[in-house]
Each structure stands twice: as C-alpha cells, then as structure tokens.
C-alpha cells in the first residue's frame, strides 16, 4: 500500500523567505510527528498530533516554527523568515497511535536555505 | 533521564562480519526497545523490536541483546553484508507513549566493505 508522502523532496529558498512542507500520512494513522534531521545527526522531533487531541508542540525550535493537521489527515510544516540554520531534512512518519506502533516515515524534505 | 546513548558514531565491518551498535539508557520506566534503519535519500524504517521480559530477539541475521540490569542493549548483524550499510538509530518508549515517549539514539553511521 501507500506510505508516507513528502513533498516537495527537495526545497531551496533564500534566507527570509517563508517555506510550506508537506506530509501525507498512510490512510488510517491517527498519529502523525515531525523530525528534523541535520547532516549526518540524529532525529530531532518537532511536532507530534494524535487524533484530535492538542498537539505537542515541545520539540519546536522557535516561534518561526509551526504545525497544522487538516481533517486529521494531511500536515503542514510551516517555517517563516527562514535561516541557514534551519537547512535539513524534514521527516514526518505516521503510526496507528497505539502505544508502540511503528513509525512509518516518509522520505523527507530536504530544505536548503541560501 | 530521558537519554537514549548510542555507540559508536560510526562503524566500518568487512563483509561476512559482525556488526555490533550498542545502546544504553537510564530511565527504567522505558520498555520498548525498537530500532530503525535509514538508507541514504530515505527515511527511517522498524528493523527490529525488543521488550524488557526477554533478554534477546533474533529475526533473521539481525538480533537485540538486552541486559536489564546494565540498563543497556544491543544490535548484532550477523554475517555482515553490503546491503546493511545504512544508518541504524536505537529507540526507547515508556509506558506514557506519545512523541515524548518515544527517544531516538543519535544514530550508528555503519559501512560493509565488500
């Protein structure tokens, strides 16, 4: 079936410029999240949303950071005036939001800011 | 308390070895160990999965040794092939779930010489 998936693959803007990243999550899964991952390092989690409950918004960088979950489906990660700083890949996975599900992750955005 | 530590950072093993990543932990509430395996361009996926009640699960040539009381456990790759060569990330949940309940090693960057 269908997995997780990301678009655009790949993103680059200019410092300042206002970026949407999108995530279609696997049909069913209540539970969606959002990782950042640098070169080369670990998986940094941003965002996570379960059903309709308040998403946790804890692993946020900044308030230039956010999140939204339409119709508990389709996410958006949303970086405004963006910074070098902020160039990685933007994994988002999905599960069935029982505890231990597997994360299922898409391929991720890979966003470069010049 | 919430610290997943993975070693090493990176790992190079001639083909037909043994890979060896291992992960240790201090919060003992933790228990569910799983580990994801990341190609290059691609997101992470579920390898393999342990809980505290055994001390070891083999699947194939991919096994999870636990030791409970060291508060550690490990990845062994057996007979070690190029196809392995990826990126292996540790994890551990607690008992409350969620994305705060889910936490990620910093990863093992693993190379199969052929």
């Known amino acids: 079936g269908a997995g997780v998936s990301q678009s655009p693959s790949n993103k680059v803007t200019e410092k300042g410029k206002d970026v949407e990243l999108r995530c279609d999550p696997i049909s069913g899964h209540t539970a969606l999240y959002w990782y950042r991952q640098s070169l080369g390092q670990g998986l940094e989690f941003l965002i996570y949303?379960?059903?309709?409950?308040?998403?946790?918004k804890s692993g946020l960088p900044s308030d230039r950071f956010s999140a939204e979950r339409t119709g508990g489906s389709v996410s958006t990660l949303t970086i405004q005036r963006t910074q070098q700083e902020d160039s990685a890949v933007y994994l988002c996975?999905?599960?069935?939001?029982?505890?231990?599900?597997?994360?299922?992750f898409g391929n991720g955005t890979r966003l470069t800011v010049t | 308390q919430q610290q997943v530590k993975q070693s090493p950072q990176s790992l190079i093993v001639q083909k037909g070895g043994i890979s060896i990543i291992n992960c240790a932990y201090e919060n003992t509430a933790f228990d569910y160990f799983p580990w994801y395996q990341q190609f290059p361009g691609k997101g992470p996926a579920l390898l393999i999965a342990i809980r505290p009640d055994v001390s070891e699960k083999k699947e194939g040539r991919f096994t999870i040794s636990f030791n409970k009381s060291a508060k550690q456990f490990s990845l062994h790759i057996m007979d070690s092939q190029p196809g392995d060569s990826a990126t292996y990330f540790c994890a551990a949940s607690n008992p409350g779930g969620g994305a705060d309940g889910l936490t990620f090693g910093k990863g093992t960057h693993l190379i199969i010489q052929p």
């Open positions: 996975a999905s599960s069935l939001g029982q505890k231990d599900s597997p994360l299922h």
């Open positions: 949303f379960q059903g309709n409950s308040a998403p946790d």
